[in-house]
């Protein structure tokens, strides 16, 4: 099977400092992996530049066998990416968004109201679906944001923060769609700060730091290159990073 995602010796820079440096990084198809790393370690510019919202300063990104650098629409129409600050048009209401994003990716109207109405109601946005999103809250934002995401069925859905904001319930639908997704076939990439949900959630775990992946496994993998213990994500993740506070 082709892998979902395929990073090789990929750089980024900017003026003089490393953003990424030399990232090699697989991720497999049909898995749910989370890219985990201190603020600056370069998980959102990794993302973005998948996304082809920003060109790499050397190496290569194959999304399914593509090679988004030769073919970036047939790459970006197998990508979905919701950044950690919802991009909304305020003035539209859900339906409207997500009718009209349809449309970019070219999927017809009927489809698209049929995936949309599914869409809005599997993340209890149904009651809401006539109301201009800019009196929505942050919460509700991001799950609008999510569902046009998912609007044209990516193969590859790229997730920035996805649960910054969400109160407990909004969250837990979130994950319940993520993990759904997942069982249907498609592979998802998330970063997150809740170490407790990467925990749960993800088949393999990647931690990057400084621009390079210093560590990638299973739970259990990660415990076995930190001594074999019981530790917490938690823990590991401050252990790998060098980042436990000092006594």
Same mark, same amino acid.
């Given at each position: 099977?082709?892998?979902?995602?395929?990073?090789? +010796?990929?750089?980024?820079?900017?003026?003089?400092?490393?953003?990424?440096?030399?990232?090699?990084?697989?991720? +497999?198809?049909?898995?749910?992996?989370?890219?985990?790393?201190?603020?600056?370690?370069?998980?959102?510019?990794?993302?973005?530049?998948?996304?082809?919202?920003?060109?790499?300063?050397?190496?290569?990104?194959?999304?399914?066998?593509?090679?988004?650098?030769?073919?970036?629409?047939?790459?970006?129409?197998?990508?979905?990416?919701?950044?950690?600050?919802?991009?909304?048009?305020?003035?539209?209401?859900?339906?409207?968004?997500?009718?009209?994003?349809?449309?970019?990716?070219?999927?017809?109207?009927?489809?698209?109201?049929?995936?949309?109405?599914?869409?809005?109601?599997?993340?209890?946005?149904?009651?809401?679906?006539?109301?201009?999103?800019?009196?929505?809250?942050?919460?509700?934002?991001?799950?609008?944001?999510?569902?046009?995401?998912?609007?044209?069925?990516?193969?590859?859905?790229?997730?920035?923060?996805?649960?910054?904001?969400?109160?407990?319930?909004?969250?837990?639908?979130?994950?319940?769609?993520?993990?759904?997704?997942?069982?249907?076939?498609?592979?998802?990439?998330?970063?997150?700060?809740?170490?407790?949900?990467?925990?749960?959630?993800?088949? +393999?775990?990647?931690?990057?730091?400084?621009?390079?992946? +210093?560590?990638?496994?299973?739970?259990?993998?990660?415990?076995?290159?930190?001594?074999?213990?019981?530790?917490?994500?938690?823990?590991?993740?401050?252990?790998?990073?060098?980042?436990?506070?000092?006594?």
């Amino acid at each position: 099977m082709t892998d979902a995602l395929v990073l090789s +010796r990929l750089n980024k820079t900017f003026g003089t400092k490393a953003a990424v440096s030399d990232l090699d990084l697989t991720v +497999r198809s049909g898995e749910l992996y989370a890219l985990l790393g201190p603020n600056g370690a370069g998980k959102t510019t990794t993302l973005r530049m998948v996304a082809g919202l920003l060109s790499p300063t050397s190496g290569s990104i194959s999304v399914f066998g593509v090679d988004a650098l030769k073919d970036p629409a047939d790459a970006k129409a197998m990508i979905a990416w919701a950044p950690d600050e919802p991009m909304l048009y305020d003035r539209l209401n859900p339906m409207e968004y997500l009718e009209f994003v349809a449309g970019l990716w070219g999927v017809d109207g009927k489809t698209a109201r049929a995936r949309a109405e599914e869409l809005l109601k599997w993340l209890g946005l149904w009651e809401e679906r006539t109301q201009r999103c800019e009196g929505f809250s942050r919460g509700m934002k991001q799950k609008t944001a999510l569902a046009g995401a998912l609007i044209h069925e990516p193969r590859l859905l790229m997730l920035d923060e996805p649960l910054t904001g969400l109160d407990a319930a909004m969250a837990r639908q979130v994950k319940d769609v993520l993990q759904e997704k997942v069982s249907q076939g498609a592979t998802v990439i998330l970063t997150t700060h809740i170490l407790e949900v990467a925990e749960r959630m993800a088949d +393999r775990i990647g931690i990057i730091q400084h621009g390079k992946l +210093r560590a990638e496994g299973s739970l259990e993998e990660l415990r076995a290159l930190a001594g074999g213990g019981r530790e917490t994500l938690e823990d590991l993740f401050l252990q790998l990073t060098g980042e436990a506070a000092q006594p």
